[in-house]
């Protein structure tokens, strides 16, 4: 079946240009998550929502990052005026419920210059 | 703060040895998973281990979990070329309330090769 799918692959971007990186998880999954995978700090945990529930924001690194959910299903990722540490692999992904494996999309390469 | 580190990061191995990745965590948490990643590819899921003595096998791949020593292994076995990756052991710290909810801490990975 569909897996996560993530748009776009890839994203060249000018110094201090928003960028909105979008997720469609899997049908039926009510966990979605935010991740980044970056050389210098690995994986590193965004931002997930469950349901109707508050976000767990936590992960985001700085207030020019924020994410929505609407509807329950596509989420889409925003970084207002990028900088160059914000170069990294955006990986979005799913469960089924809060405690089931995570199934992660094939990311979305962030390149600021 | 969570600590998750796997040794070694680096692994160079012969088709048909035997080897074992460790994943030390800081902090106590009863839900460890196991990710294989290949080269400009996502993560895939390759366990879930969800209590102290947990014990899966998938092909050449044996992975525990000891929640006392806070120790994961992953164990390969017979390895073959195709088992070349990285691999992340990755620990859930969101047990709020005994419910986790996938906000993973994963360690830095470990760059699995496996010559002819």
């Known amino acids: 079946g569909a897996g996560v799918s993530q748009s776009p692959s890839n994203k060249v971007t000018e110094k201090g240009k928003d960028v909105e990186l979008r997720c469609d998880p899997i049908?039926?999954?009510?966990?979605l998550y935010w991740y980044r995978q970056s050389l210098g700090q690995g994986l590193e945990f965004l931002i997930y929502?469950?349901?109707?529930?508050?976000?767990?924001k936590s992960g985001l690194p700085s207030d020019r990052f924020s994410a929505e959910r609407t509807g329950g299903s596509v989420s889409t990722l925003t970084i207002q005026r990028t900088q160059q540490e914000d170069s990294a692999v955006y990986l979005c992904?799913?469960?089924?419920?809060?405690?089931?494996?995570?199934?992660f999309g094939n990311g979305t390469r962030l390149t600021v210059t | 703060e969570l600590k998750v580190e796997q040794n070694p990061l680096f692994l160079s191995m012969q088709e048909g040895k035997n080897y074992t990745i460790y994943c030390n965590y800081s902090?106590?948490?009863?839900?460890l998973y196991w990710y294989r990643q290949d080269p400009g590819k996502s993560l895939e899921s390759l366990f879930v281990?969800?209590?102290?003595?947990a014990v899966k096998q998938e092909g050449r791949l044996m992975a525990s979990l000891d929640t006392k020593a806070r120790l994961s292994t992953l164990h390969i076995t017979a390895a073959v070329h195709d088992l070349s990756a990285t691999y992340f052991c990755?620990?859930?710290?969101?047990?709020?309330?005994?419910?986790?909810?996938?906000?993973?801490?994963f360690g830095q990975g470990t760059i699995l090769t496996v010559h002819p």
């Open positions: 281990l969800l209590s102290n003595g």
């Open positions: 990755a620990v859930d710290l969101s047990n709020a309330g005994g419910t986790s909810y996938g906000k993973l801490t």
């Open positions: 929502f469950q349901g109707n529930s508050a976000p767990d």
């Open positions: 049908s039926g999954h009510t966990a």
């Open positions: 902090t106590t948490s009863d839900r």
């Open positions: 992904a799913s469960s089924l419920r809060g405690n089931s494996p995570l199934h």
